[in-house]
């Protein structure tokens, strides 16, 4: 048992040097001199806390959100946080909303918020740090470009929607075909029973979506000019930060 858990430590620590590196199994295990089949089975619970992050089976591993929570650090992709955290002030401070940088945790289909901005309005929109991905606009926004293929193994996996989350996608059809009016327009709108509208764009890397930008505030101030403002200036923070993590080597 000690030796499990000294394996789990040193491939922390190994993954922790480059944490926005995608490692492949092969390359963990042998690093330590450890059976692959054992150090696949340290990773599953790695995985399954969130220390570790699966990137998919052909692609390896990186560090989760939790090492990142152990640090204090409010962001598990620095580059992503640091091209995006000054556009997102200054969506702020034209609009007075609430503005955060969101991606997709796959492993409990949860979204984690990995910067935040709030505007100085008294009635001022609050988010979790980890939400349902049904339940929220980016959530719901980046399982929209996820394949196919993807999105009905996490179906099989977390289920359909509760009818309380999202009304409108309660049946796998009916989820779909949400998901495809979401990727098809760019863009979400999400309405929630306090009135509370979210408004979310994607944020690529090259041909993948890999977080989402949203402003969120109260319904009865998303109209007239406002609302147009909220759109153009999501967008335009979309192809901004997109273009900058174009140029980095590194995977996020």
């Given at each position: 048992m000690?030796?499990?858990?000294?394996?789990?430590f040193?491939i922390?620590?190994?993954?922790?040097k480059?944490?926005?590196?995608?490692?492949?199994?092969?390359e963990?295990?042998?690093q330590?001199?450890?059976?692959?089949?054992t150090?696949?089975?340290?990773?599953?619970?790695l995985?399954?806390?969130?220390y570790?992050?699966?990137?998919g089976?052909?692609?390896g591993?990186?560090?989760?959100?939790m090492s990142?929570?152990?640090t204090g650090s409010?962001?598990f992709?620095?580059?992503?946080?640091?091209?995006?955290?000054?556009s997102m002030?200054?969506?702020v401070?034209?609009l007075?909303?609430?503005?955060?940088?969101?991606?997709l945790?796959?492993t409990?289909m949860?979204r984690?918020v990995?910067?935040?901005?709030?505007g100085?309005n008294?009635?001022?929109v609050r988010?979790n740090i980890?939400k349902k991905?049904?339940k929220s606009?980016t959530g719901?926004?980046l399982?929209?470009?996820?394949?196919?293929?993807?999105?009905s193994r996490?179906?099989v996996?977390?289920g359909?929607p509760?009818i309380n989350?999202w009304?409108?996608?309660?049946t796998?059809?009916k989820l779909?075909?949400?998901?495809?009016?979401i990727r098809k327009?760019g863009v979400?709108?999400q309405?929630?029973?306090?009135?509370?509208?979210?408004?979310?764009?994607?944020?690529?890397?090259?041909?993948?979506v890999i977080?989402s930008i949203?402003?969120?505030?109260?319904?009865?101030?998303f109209?007239?000019?406002?609302?147009?403002?909220t759109?153009?200036?999501?967008r335009?923070?979309?192809?901004e930060?997109?273009?900058?993590l174009?140029l980095l080597?590194?995977d996020l």
């Amino acid at each position: 048992m000690i030796q499990v858990i000294n394996r789990a430590f040193d491939i922390l620590e190994f993954c922790a040097k480059n944490p926005e590196h995608v490692y492949p199994l092969s390359e963990i295990a042998d690093q330590f001199n450890i059976h692959h089949t054992t150090c696949a089975n340290i990773l599953k619970t790695l995985v399954l806390r969130n220390y570790m992050e699966n990137i998919g089976s052909k692609k390896g591993y990186r560090l989760g959100s939790m090492s990142y929570q152990l640090t204090g650090s409010s962001s598990f992709r620095r580059d992503l946080v640091q091209f995006a955290k000054n556009s997102m002030e200054d969506i702020v401070e034209e609009l007075n909303e609430t503005c955060i940088l969101a991606v997709l945790r796959k492993t409990d289909m949860i979204r984690v918020v990995l910067h935040q901005v709030h505007g100085r309005n008294e009635l001022t929109v609050r988010t979790n740090i980890e939400k349902k991905a049904y339940k929220s606009a980016t959530g719901r926004l980046l399982l929209s470009y996820l394949p196919e293929k993807e999105i009905s193994r996490m179906v099989v996996k977390f289920g359909l929607p509760d009818i309380n989350d999202w009304r409108d996608a309660s049946t796998q059809e009916k989820l779909f075909f949400e998901l495809q009016k979401i990727r098809k327009e760019g863009v979400i709108f999400q309405y929630d029973s306090n009135h509370i509208v979210g408004i979310a764009v994607p944020i690529m890397k090259e041909e993948h979506v890999i977080a989402s930008i949203c402003v969120y505030m109260p319904e009865m101030r998303f109209c007239g000019s406002i609302k147009e403002l909220t759109i153009s200036r999501l967008r335009q923070v979309s192809i901004e930060v997109s273009k900058s993590l174009s140029l980095l080597k590194n995977d996020l």
